[in-house]
């Protein structure tokens, strides 16, 4: 069988699709390390640790003694605020707070209406504070390391406003939830190196008292539900005054989610992101990233197709082999990517999640496209 000219062409044009297309994928953009490492200086930040619960008696205990104990040299104390709740709560933070030196409680009321209860409980807290830094995070979150704490504290300089640390899901989760998490954070942490701040969906975040207190912390978010990080990175998270903490142990590890609060989870982020600014590039790129990725597998599954139908063999395996190239890039790319986030997803099954990320993200843009806007904000 001769090789036709057109056979030549359509050949090279997949191949070059393929080799392009990898370049489109937030695996193959790895945070960098940002800013001078502090770790060893003497010059340790004093830190206030805010957490907000309610109804979490389970993950308080097993969560807030590893924020409690870490290995750190400066001042730091962790702040508990209830948000009024309905089981054994405040009867662990009790016992805890025995335990513990540096562990401070208060509470939000229950009659609190027309505001958002968590966002009015992470400013109880601050304004609780003793210190100048205070890191948000959440009773379901855990440090990875006992280093994490001087991990933050490294990227605390007098031109640092705000820094953002990884936050992923603990290895009982699902391995597509573990993956797209790691997605959106490199996704978000590009967008915060090279450009501006657009969103943070992360448990993980530091920040100046003094600039929340000025700026009047949620007052211009106070009305949505939810979108706490998301709102306060991308209103204070200024260009070259926010730090991506990029290292292993800056890391905290979020409790598996059950399906219902990961849905809810996301339908929320999907609401908060219609209100954000500078999201213009961000979604440009996210969408190359779709796009390139189903293009290519469009193309070279509708080329094989035809191949077939028309007896044009050697097409047909030419197309199947840009095909199979096209995935063992793409899963040693994923390796390293798991390598690098300290992750244990099998790279053989990322593309297949890739590919299928696309389709679940659309479904929960139609959920949330039929939820009523109150369901958002406060009522």
Same mark, same amino acid.
């Given at each position: 069988?001769?090789?036709?000219?057109?056979?030549?062409?359509?050949?090279?044009?997949?191949?070059?699709?393929?080799?392009?297309?990898?370049?489109?994928?937030?695996?193959?953009? *790895?945070?960098?390390?940002?800013?001078?490492?502090?770790?060893?200086?003497?010059?340790?930040?004093?830190?206030?640790?805010?957490?907000?619960?309610?109804?979490?008696?389970?993950?308080?205990?097993?969560?807030?003694?590893?924020?409690?104990?870490?290995?750190?040299?400066?001042?730091?104390?962790?702040?508990?605020?209830?948000?009024?709740?309905?089981?054994? @709560?405040?009867?662990?933070?009790?016992?805890?707070?025995?335990?513990?030196?540096?562990?401070?409680?208060?509470?939000?009321?229950?009659?609190?209406?027309?505001?958002?209860?968590?966002?009015?409980?992470?400013?109880?807290?601050?304004?609780?504070? #003793?210190?100048?830094?205070?890191?948000?995070?959440?009773?379901?979150?855990?440090?990875?390391?006992?280093?994490?704490?001087?991990?933050?504290?490294? *990227?605390?300089?007098?031109?640092?406003?705000?820094?953002?640390?990884?936050?992923?899901?603990?290895?009982?989760?699902?391995?597509?939830?573990?993956?797209?998490?790691?997605? @959106?954070?490199?996704?978000?942490?590009?967008?915060?190196?090279?450009?501006?701040?657009?969103?943070?969906?992360?448990?993980?975040?530091?920040?100046?008292?003094?600039?929340?207190? #000025?700026?009047?912390?949620?007052?211009?978010?106070?009305?949505?539900?939810?979108?706490?990080?998301?709102?306060?990175?991308?209103?204070?998270?200024?260009?070259?005054?926010?730090?991506?903490?990029?290292?292993?142990?800056?890391?905290?590890?979020?409790?598996?989610?059950? #399906?219902?609060?990961?849905?809810?989870?996301?339908?929320?982020?999907?609401?908060?992101?219609?209100?954000?600014?500078?999201?213009?590039?961000?979604?440009?790129?996210?969408?190359?990233?779709?796009?390139?990725?189903?293009?290519?597998?469009?193309?070279?599954?509708?080329?094989?197709?035809?191949?077939?139908?028309?007896?044009?063999?050697?097409?047909?395996?030419?197309?199947?082999?840009?095909?199979?190239?096209?995935?063992?890039?793409?899963?040693?790319?994923?390796?390293?990517?798991?390598?690098?986030?300290?992750? @244990?997803?099998?790279?053989?099954?990322?593309?297949?999640?890739?590919?299928?990320?696309?389709?679940?993200?659309?479904?929960?843009?139609?959920?949330?496209?039929?939820?009523? *806007?109150?369901?958002?904000?406060?009522?």
């Amino acid at each position: 069988m001769t090789i036709d000219t057109l056979t030549i062409i359509i050949g090279a044009a997949l191949i070059g699709l393929s080799l392009f297309s990898v370049v489109f994928t937030p695996l193959i953009r *790895k945070p960098r390390k940002d800013k001078t490492d502090r770790q060893n200086q003497n010059d340790f930040p004093s830190i206030s640790i805010v957490l907000a619960v309610h109804d979490g008696e389970e993950e308080i205990e097993r969560n807030l003694p590893k924020f409690l104990t870490q290995d750190y040299e400066g001042q730091f104390e962790v702040i508990v605020v209830d948000e009024s709740s309905t089981d054994n @709560t405040a009867e662990v933070l009790k016992r805890l707070k025995n335990n513990y030196h540096n562990l401070y409680t208060t509470f939000i009321p229950d009659s609190s209406h027309y505001i958002s209860r968590r966002k009015l409980a992470l400013t109880v807290g601050v304004k609780a504070a #003793k210190h100048d830094w205070i890191i948000f995070s959440d009773a379901d979150c855990s440090p990875a390391d006992d280093k994490w704490l001087r991990a933050m504290a490294a *990227k605390c300089d007098n031109d640092t406003e705000l820094v953002i640390g990884a936050t992923r899901y603990h290895s009982d989760a699902t391995d597509y939830q573990r993956l797209e998490r790691l997605m @959106t954070w490199w996704r978000e942490a590009y967008e915060t190196q090279h450009r501006q701040v657009f969103t943070y969906s992360g448990h993980n975040m530091m920040f100046r008292r003094e600039k929340f207190v #000025k700026d009047n912390g949620f007052l211009n978010s106070l009305m949505y539900l939810r979108g706490e990080y998301d709102f306060l990175a991308n209103e204070y998270g200024e260009t070259m005054k926010t730090v991506v903490a990029a290292e292993p142990q800056a890391t905290l590890i979020e409790d598996a989610p059950s #399906k219902k609060t990961w849905i809810n989870d996301h339908l929320y982020h999907i609401e908060t992101r219609k209100h954000l600014k500078h999201g213009r590039l961000y979604k440009t790129l996210e969408n190359a990233d779709t796009f390139m990725l189903h293009l290519n597998l469009t193309c070279h599954i509708a080329v094989i197709a035809l191949a077939t139908v028309t007896g044009n063999y050697i097409l047909c395996a030419a197309a199947a082999l840009s095909l199979l190239v096209n995935y063992l890039i793409r899963v040693i790319i994923a390796g390293n990517a798991m390598r690098a986030a300290n992750e @244990t997803i099998s790279p053989m099954k990322i593309p297949f999640l890739e590919s299928f990320m696309a389709w679940r993200n659309l479904s929960l843009k139609i959920k949330h496209s039929k939820c009523d *806007k109150y369901d958002f904000i406060r009522r």
